[in-house]
């Protein structure tokens, strides 16, 4: 039983001259303060629309049944309008034509449908 | 409790010797005469080397501790300069006036004489000092060196000042003298308390993913090195010591914009930050690193930054500013045992 004594008792005095060391050892030089840094990141998603599956269609045979083209916008109210105008005689679009038009009467020839997607296409 | 006695008593025991034998612990046996040295400033006086002042003419006490030979051999007399070996910090060092400090390969014939040889008329530029007889005590009485470091020196935090000694002395009683100058390497020590300080800024371009309401998630993940950041942005450290790192991002790395909900994956874009070689996506991926001491010249203290998409815009809800701020926070640290070198990680 004492032996065992002993024995702790060199071992607790070696761990005390080690810490002791180890504090002294530490010179007690002061560290100062944090630094912080900032660092800002960017992206940007513009708004805009674009053409859903987008086709070319060439048809002869008015009895077929083409679905539209749709426009998708990733901004959450898109608008999309559509006018009917007369086509000036160098290709630029004139007149509106009002919506309330007799559909029964037949377009002139030179009549274009202007599709606006907003924000943009 | 005889234990504890014993333990506490070993403790005390260390420290009061520690405490009574500032200097070197024990005179050095030789047959030649010669001296050691260590210089601590007190406590009370520290430097900063990012303080624009510096440390001016600060009073450092200098204590030698001559040779002894086995029996009755003792160093009498002692006439010593300092050498700053090349690539030393710059630092003026001062005795009674007159500048003991030399360049390496400039010391002009210092030291020159002993003061029982020239009764002190070479004495100007050398630490002079006679410890006495046989009796006397090894150890000098402390001898007031000034000591002024200029700011930004590049001193290391907690090491002391390794300088060498150029000397002659005389021996006594069957010790032999040195009269031909002779260089001890490392023989002087000065501690003048360098605080760990540090300062640190981000160099570069804006981190700017730029437009990306066009790029899929797939596109973007199949072409990371388009939508990484340049790796020449980076943070550049300047520290005395070595110091801990933390990252952390406001919206754990998901890029949102004012009013965005951080829950709402339509909001939020991924990305992930590449610091310290280390890929990081979320706030608890990152922990505290340690890095070793950067210098004061930085030239170990750049630590680049990246960043990468991981997710494209197409299918997020538009906003010119989409963003997120990161945090790195630098905390300077007077010891590390696992410090690593983090330049160009």
Redesign the interface.
């Known amino acids: 039983m004492m032996a065992l ?1 002993i024995l ?3 071992r ?6 080690v ?3 180890m504090s ?1 050892a ?7 303060a ?15 629309c674009w053409v859903a599956q987008p086709m070319k269609v060439a048809t002869t045979n008015a009895a077929v049944q083409v679905p539209p083209a749709r426009a998708i916008c ?3 109210q898109p608008v999309l309008a559509s006018e009917v105008r007369m086509i000036d005689s160098d290709g630029a679009l004139m007149k509106r034509v009002p919506t309330a038009t007799d559909r029964t009467a037949p377009f002139s020839p030179r009549t274009a449908l202007e599709i606006v997607v907003t924000p943009q296409l | 409790m005889r234990v504890w006695t014993a333990g506490l008593s070993a403790l005390g025991l260390t420290c009061g010797l520690a405490l009574a034998q500032p200097a070197a612990a024990q005179s050095q046996i030789s047959s030649v005469c010669g001296v050691t040295g260590a210089a601590t400033a007190p406590a009370s006086i520290t430097y900063d080397p990012f303080s624009p002042g510096g440390l001016s003419e600060a009073t450092v006490p200098l204590i030698l501790r001559r040779n002894r030979g086995l029996i009755l051999g003792r160093t009498r007399e002692v006439s010593l300069v300092l050498v700053s070996p090349s690539g030393s910090p710059a630092l003026d060092v001062t005795y009674n006036g007159y500048r003991v400090i030399y360049p390496e390969g400039s010391t002009a014939g210092r030291p020159r004489s002993l003061n029982s040889k020239d009764n002190g008329a070479g004495a100007a530029g050398e630490i002079r000092y006679d410890f006495g007889s046989l009796l006397a005590a090894d150890t000098s009485t402390p001898l007031n060196l000034r000591v002024t470091v200029p700011p930004g020196t590049d001193l290391s935090a907690g090491e002391p000042i390794i300088l060498d000694l150029l000397y002659i002395c005389s021996g006594e009683n069957g010790m032999a003298s040195v009269s031909v100058p002779t260089r001890d390497t490392g023989t002087i020590r000065i501690n003048v308390n360098t605080v760990s300080a540090l300062q640190a800024y981000y160099a570069g371009s804006p981190l700017d993913f730029g437009e990306i309401g066009e790029a899929t998630t797939a596109a973007v993940l199949a072409a990371p090195d388009r939508y990484t950041t340049p790796a020449s942005n980076s943070l550049r450290v300047r520290s005395s010591g070595p110091f801990e790192v933390r990252m952390r991002s406001q919206n754990d790395f998901k890029l949102t914009y004012p009013g965005g909900s951080l829950s709402n994956a339509a909001q939020t874009i991924r990305y992930s930050a590449r610091f310290l070689g280390q890929e990081i996506t979320s706030n608890s991926g990152f922990g505290t690193r340690t890095c070793a001491r950067a210098g004061m010249d930085g030239s170990a203290g750049v630590l680049p930054l990246r960043t990468t998409l991981k997710e494209g815009g197409s299918a997020k809800t538009p906003a010119t500013n989409y963003s997120d701020i990161i945090s790195i926070t630098f905390t300077p640290i007077v010891t590390a045992s696992s410090a690593t070198s983090c330049a160009g990680l």
Do not use: C, H, K
């Open positions: 004594t702790i008792s060199n607790i005095a070696r761990a005390a001259i810490l002791a060391s002294l530490v010179p007690a030089v002061p560290a100062m944090d630094e912080v840094n900032q660092v800002a990141i960017y992206g940007e998603v513009a708004p805009r990733n901004q959450a």
